[in-house]
T-cell receptor, first 113, second 114 residues
Framework: DAGVTQSPTHLIKTRGQHVTLRCSPI?????VSWYQQVLGQGPQFIFQ???????GRGNFPDRFSARQFPNYSSELNVNALLLGDSALYLC????????????FGPGTRLTVL | QKEVEQNSGPLSVPEGAIASLNCTYS??????FFWYRQYSGKSPELIMF????GDKEDGRFTAQLNKASQYVSLLIRDSQPSDSATYLC??????????????FGQGTILTVHP
C-alpha cells in the first residue's frame, strides 16, 4: 500500500508570497493532520481535519489555512510568507478507531528568502 | 514547563549496548504515547506506541509507560549504527472521538558508534 504522499518536495518562495502544499493520505485513512518542523525542534501541530471538517488548530496565525477534499486529500495554504515560515511541513494521516497512530509523509521543505 | 520534555542529548552509546531514551509530559489527560525515529533530512517514522502502564516490547525496542509519574521511555537493545537518528517522543491528546493532536518533544539525538 502507498504511504502518505506530499507535493512538492521542495519549494523556494520570497517574503510576502503565498504557498499551497498538498497531501494525500494512506488509502482508507480519513484524518489528516499538518505539522511544522523547524530545524532542530520537534514537529508543531498546525491543523487536523477529519471527514472534511477542521477538528483542531494549533497556535498558528490566520495566515495559515487548510482544507480537506471529499477524497480525504488536503491542502495547506500559507499567505504573506515570512522568513520564519521556512521549515519542513509534514502531513500525517491516521485511521479511524485505533490508538490514533499518525503516519507521516515525506514532507515539503519550504524555504522563504 | 514544556508540555513534552525529552532527556537532553546527544546520547552516544557503543554498538551492542542498550540505549535509554526518556520523556516526561505535563498533561495527565494524555491518552497514548508514541516514539518516532527521524533520520537527518527525512520525516518521522513511527516505531512504537503505548497506551497502558507497563512495558511493551517489539523486537529490540521496549516502550515503558508510567502514568502516575507522567513518564515514558524507550529502550533500544543491541544498538546498531543504523539506529543513529533523532528520536521523538509524542503525546496524543484527544479533541474528540478518533481525532486529536500529537505534541512532540524536542527530540534526542542518538549516535551508536562501532
Amino acid at each position: 500500500d502507498a504511504g502518505v504522499t506530499q507535493s512538492p518536495t521542495h519549494l523556494i518562495k520570497t517574503r510576502g508570497q503565498h504557498v499551497t502544499l498538498r497531501c494525500s493520505p494512506i488509502s482508507g485513512h480519513k484524518s489528516v493532520s499538518w505539522y511544522q518542523q523547524v530545524l532542530g525542534q520537534g514537529p508543531q501541530f498546525i491543523f487536523q481535519y477529519y471527514e472534511k471538517e477542521e477538528r483542531g488548530r494549533g497556535n498558528f496565525p490566520d495566515r495559515f489555512s487548510a482544507r480537506q477534499f471529499p477524497n480525504y486529500s488536503s491542502e495547506l495554504n500559507v499567505n504573506a510568507l515570512l522568513l520564519g515560515d521556512s521549515a519542513l511541513y509534514l502531513c500525517a494521516s491516521s485511521p479511524v478507531g485505533t490508538y490514533n497512530e499518525q503516519f507521516f509523509g515525506p514532507g515539503t521543505r519550504l524555504t522563504v528568502l | 514547563q514544556k508540555e513534552v520534555e525529552q532527556n537532553s542529548g546527544p546520547l552516544s552509546v557503543p554498538e551492542g549496548a542498550i540505549a535509554s531514551l526518556n520523556c516526561t509530559y505535563s498533561d495527565r489527560g494524555s491518552q497514548s504515547f508514541f516514539w518516532y525515529r527521524q533520520y537527518s533530512g527525512k520525516s518521522p517514522e513511527l516505531i512504537m506506541f503505548i497506551y497502558s502502564n507497563g512495558d511493551k516490547e517489539d523486537g529490540r525496542f521496549t516502550a515503558q509507560l508510567n502514568k502516575a509519574s507522567q513518564y515514558v521511555s524507550l529502550l533500544i537493545r543491541d544498538s546498531q549504527p543504523s539506529d543513529s537518528a533523532t528520536y521523538l517522543c509524542a503525546v496524543f491528546n484527544a479533541g474528540g472521538t478518533s481525532y486529536g493532536k500529537l505534541t512532540f518533544g524536542q527530540g534526542t539525538i542518538l549516535t551508536v558508534h562501532p
